[in-house]
């Protein structure tokens, strides 16, 4: 799996010339394939951006929701 989105990603690069990819999701929880991707990625001569203060998966949606609740409120247009 790792194998086939570093070459996906590397064919998409070499098509566009985008350099940077930014990985976000569930599967990214998973230190083997968050590690495998990124070391993939960057030996294509790709800058990589991951997480690094918010959790990648359903926590960071949760975290996004309450930020935008508490954004409302302050703003006096809750819902």
């Given amino acids: 799996m790792i194998d086939i989105f570093v070459q996906a990603a ?3 690069s070499r098509q566009t010339g985008i350099k940077k990819a930014v990985l976000s999701g569930g599967v990214f ?3 083997i394939v968050l590690n495998g991707i990124c070391l ?7 800058r990589v951006y991951t997480h ?7 926590g ?3 975290l996004g ?3 935008a ?3 409302n409120v302050l703003k006096g247009t809750e819902q």
């Fill in 52 to 58: 690094e203060q918010v959790p990648c998966g359903d």
């Fill in 65 to 67: 929701q309450a930020v």
């Fill in 69 to 71: 609740a508490a954004a």
């Fill in 10 to 12: 590397d064919r998409v």
């Fill in 29 to 31: 929880n998973n230190a």
């Fill in 40 to 46: 993939g990625l960057e030996n294509k001569g790709m």
């Fill in 60 to 62: 960071g949606i949760s």
